[in-house]
Nanobody, 123 residues
Framework: QVQLVESGGGLVQAGDSLRLSCTASGPTLRSYAMGWFRQAPGKEREFVAA????????YHDDSVKGRFTISKDNAKNTVYLQMNSLKPEDTAVYYCAAATGGFQIVQDRYDYWGQGTQVTVSS
C-alpha cells in the first residue's frame, strides 16, 4: 500500500506561485495514476488535476487551466502541482491521491490519499 505525503503549502499573496509536492513511500508511483484535489472551508472536496501512470497525459479543471500544472517524476516517486497566478479563491487544503485503476477525475475512484497541505492566498 502506498503512503502519500504532501508538502509545499503556505501563505502567499495573490499573483504569487507555489509548487506542491507529493512524495510516495512503498510501491513506485509508476503503478498509479495520480490526482490533486482541494477542499476550501465550508465546501466539498473538488478535483484539480490528474496525470496518467506514465506522466505523459494530464487533465486540469477549467478553474485552474493555464495557471496550474501537474507533473510526475517516477524516478523520484513524486508528483508536483505547480501553481502560478494564485487567486484568493485558490485557498484550500490540497490533497494528492493515487488510483490503481488508471487515469481518473472522480475522487471516489482514488484508492490512497495524503493528509493534505494548506494553501492560503491573501488578496
Amino acid at each position: 500500500q502506498v503512503q502519500l505525503v504532501e508538502s509545499g503549502g503556505g501563505l502567499v499573496q495573490a499573483g504569487d506561485s507555489l509548487r506542491l509536492s507529493c512524495t510516495a513511500s512503498g510501491p513506485t508511483l509508476r503503478s498509479y495514476a495520480m490526482g490533486w484535489f482541494r477542499q476550501a472551508p465550508g465546501k466539498e472536496r473538488e478535483f484539480v488535476a490528474a496525470i496518467t501512470r506514465s506522466g505523459v497525459s494530464t487533465y486540469h479543471d477549467d478553474s485552474v487551466k493555464g495557471r496550474f500544472t501537474i507533473s510526475k517524476d517516477n524516478a523520484k516517486n513524486t508528483v508536483y502541482l505547480q501553481m502560478n497566478s494564485l487567486k484568493p479563491e485558490d485557498t484550500a487544503v490540497y490533497y494528492c491521491a493515487a488510483a490503481t485503476g488508471g487515469f481518473q477525475i472522480v475522487q471516489d475512484r482514488y484508492d490512497y490519499w495524503g493528509q493534505g497541505t494548506q494553501v492560503t492566498v491573501s488578496s
